[in-house]
């Protein structure tokens, strides 16, 4: 029971095959069996006949005519027999006819498809290259690829000068188009940037001093905070006297004492104050 149920990961059509091959065998079993049985009949029948020519005695014509009665029925038989297994012959024969013309019908679509395949999908260059390896082993029974030797080895083709891989014109359009840069380096994986430097960086900070809290201390925003608004002078002096290290900065220094010195604010369009920081040696 557990033979004929399906297993797990066979089809139908892979289980009535195998089904359709064990009855195959079991008739030629059946087959090879009975032609056992008719070569022992013929065996048995031809040591009767031997026994009884040995034993022939006519004593009378009525004997003689049954002997050759019983005789004539012996070989009639025989002739049964031998057309009953020319007759199983014939059938056995059309069966391993039959099944050949299948099995030539499969391979037969199978080359064809393989065929459909190579004319469409391999390069006929392609092809040739493979058809001039091919050698049929005679010990084997099949075909085989001669190896290839390093010195008939192909370097790596080259779509192009300067490309190192393939690469259609739909896609250098692609990479203009989005990038707008030449495309010649696309294939290094290189990223082109521009030399320009960006423009000087300016901060807009609210008089309220709400961004000034993230960067200095309460102290010092309050005095930057309480700064009157001024013009500066053209005259304004950029020698300041030197204070000693080790004395601390008083509140009105402490702008000086920063490594950030800061020019007054000025107003701009009477709402907006700009205030531009510049580091030491620029």
Known sequence: MESKLLVGGKTIIDHTNEQQKMLEQKRQEISEQIRREREIQQQMMLQDEETLEMRETFSTMQQEVELKTKKLRRIFAKLQLVKAEMRDVMDEHITTRQELEQTQNELTRELKF??????????????????????FDSEEDQWKLQPVLPSERSKRPLSAVGYKRPISQYAQMAVVTATGAPFRYQAENIMLLELDMSPPTMFHLNPNGAHLERAFSPRLIQHILNVPVRERSTSYPRVRKSQSCLSPPSLTNSLHCLPVWFKPPHVINNNMYYLQLHRDGA
């Open 114 to 135: 393989k065929y459909l395949l190579i004319e469409n999908f391999i390069p006929p260059e392609e092809k040739n290259k493979i058809m001039n390896r091919l050698y």
